[in-house]
DNA sequence: ATTTTTTTTGACCGATTGGAAAAATTCTAG
DNA sequence: CTAGAATTTTTCCAATCGGTCAAAAAAAAT
C-alpha cells in the first residue's frame, strides 16, 4: 500500500466539463420525472453521450441526484439567510420575496427538482430538514416575532408566514403550465413574473402592515 | 355483428368494488412517484392483487391514471365555481380560501397527484387546461374585478389573486413533509391546518380590504 | 516516439418493466 | 345442478431498466 494511492488523483479538465454537462442534463430530466420516473439513458441522450461513458464520471443514478440535490438547498435557503434583523423588518420581508420570485423565474428546474423530492416524502433530506432547516426557520422566525413584539409588523404565525412565501413564489415555477395557460397568451408572456411581485408585493405589505 | 356486441355489458358488482379497490391504490402510488415513477406490480400490490389480475379491470397504466386525473380536476375546482358574485367579496375570498384548505388537508393525495402532473409538464391535461380551466378563472376573475370596482376588495391583479390561493392553500399538501418538519412534534401535531387557516384569513383580510 | 493514463465504446448481464395468452377457477343465472 | 359468464392464476414475452466489463481509442506525460 503506497501513500499515494489514499489521495484522490486531481481532476482533469475533461472530467470537470464532462461532469457538469451531466448534472445540467440530469437537471432536466429529473426535475421533470422525478428520481424514480427519470431514466440513465434518458440523461446521457439528453448529455450527448453513451450511457455507459455516462456511467464512468458517475458510479450510479443516486450519485448524479445526490449532488444536485444537496446544491439546491442551500442555493434556495440563501435569501432567507439574508434576513436581518437590523434591517426594517417591511423591507426585508418584501426583498425575500421579491428574491425568491426571481429564483422561481431564474431556477425553475431547481425548483422543480426540489417539488418532486418533497412530493416523494424527501427520502434522501429527511435528516437536513428536521436539523439544518429547522433552525434556520426557527432563528428566523424568532426575528420576525421580535419584530411583532417593537410593533414593526402585524402580528401572525412566523412559520406560517414563511410557508406562506416558499409557496406563492415557488408556485411560478413548480405550476408555470397552469400558470401560462391560465393567463393566456397575451398576459402570461415575459410580465407574468412582474404583475406577480407587484401583486405579492402588495398583498403582504397590507397584510402585514401593523394597524 | 349483432347489435347486442355494440352496447357494453354492465358492470358486475365485483367489478365496481375492484376498481374502486385499484384506484384507491393507484392514487397512493400515483401520487407519491408520478405516472413514470410507478410501476403497475406496485399499484397491483397495494390494491392486494396480481398484475394479471389488475390488468383485467384497467387495460393499461394509462387507463388507471387518466380516471384520477379527470375525476380530480373538477373535484378541485368545485370550491372556485362556487365563489358568487352576489355574497359579500371578502367573504366569498376568504371562505373560498377556508374550502380549499380543507381539500388539502381532506384529500392531500390528490393534491400531490395534481402537483405531479404540473411539474412533469401536464401532457394529458394541456388542452382542459386552456379551455375548462381557463375559462372558469376568466370568469372568476371578472367577478373579483367588479367587487373592486364598487370598492368592496382593494385592487390588485384577480388572477395572481387567485395563484397565491391556490399555492398556499396546495402547499400544505405537497410540501407536507417540510412542513411538519419545521414545525416539529409539538406544533405540527393536527393543529398545522388550524393555524394555517387562521394566518391566511388575517393576510388575505387585511391585504385585500379597500383602504 | 513511446509509454502511461484517461476516456469512450460495444457487448453484455440479471432484474424489472408493461402487457398478452390461456388455462384454471369461481361466480351466477336458469 | 349445470351451462355460461366472470374472475383469477400461471406462464410467458419483448423491451427496458441500472449497471459491469474488457477492449479500443484518444490524451497526456515522458
Redesign the pocket.
Known amino acids: 500500500m503506497s501513500a499515494k494511492a489514499q489521495r484522490p488523483?486531481p481532476k482533469?479538465?475533461?472530467?470537470r466539463e464532462?461532469q457538469e454537462v451531466i448534472l445540467e442534463a440530469a437537471l432536466d430530466v429529473f426535475s421533470q420525472f422525478g428520481f424514480r420516473g427519470?431514466?440513465?439513458?434518458?440523461i446521457a441522450e439528453a448529455a450527448g453521450?453513451?450511457?455507459?461513458?455516462l456511467?464512468?464520471?458517475f458510479?450510479?443514478?443516486?450519485d448524479i441526484h445526490a449532488p444536485l440535490l444537496a446544491r439546491i438547498l442551500d442555493t434556495w435557503l440563501e435569501p432567507l439567510r439574508e434576513m436581518s434583523p437590523e434591517g426594517d423588518a417591511l423591507s426585508e420581508i418584501r426583498s425575500y420575496i421579491r428574491r425568491k420570485l426571481e429564483m422561481s423565474r431564474d431556477f425553475p428546474r431547481e425548483s422543480r427538482l426540489f417539488a418532486n423530492e418533497m412530493l416523494r416524502g424527501a427520502p434522501g433530506f429527511y435528516e437536513i430538514l428536521h436539523t439544518d432547516l429547522k433552525t434556520l426557520v426557527d432563528e428566523k422566525a424568532l426575528i420576525i416575532t421580535g419584530w411583532m413584539a417593537e410593533g414593526r409588523l402585524a402580528r401572525c404565525d412566523p412559520y406560517h408566514l414563511i410557508f406562506s412565501i416558499w409557496a406563492t413564489t415557488q408556485h411560478y415555477a413548480d405550476f408555470d403550465i397552469q400558470v401560462q395557460a391560465v393567463l393566456g397568451s397575451e398576459r402570461g408572456g415575459d410580465n407574468r413574473f412582474e404583475d406577480a411581485a407587484l401583486f405579492l408585493d402588495q398583498l403582504y405589505l397590507h397584510g402585514l402592515t401593523p394597524k
Chains 1, 2 share one sequence.
Open positions: 488523483r482533469t479538465r475533461i472530467q464532462k427519470s431514466t440513465i439513458d434518458q453521450m453513451s450511457k455507459p461513458n456511467l464512468y464520471y458510479k450510479s443514478k443516486e
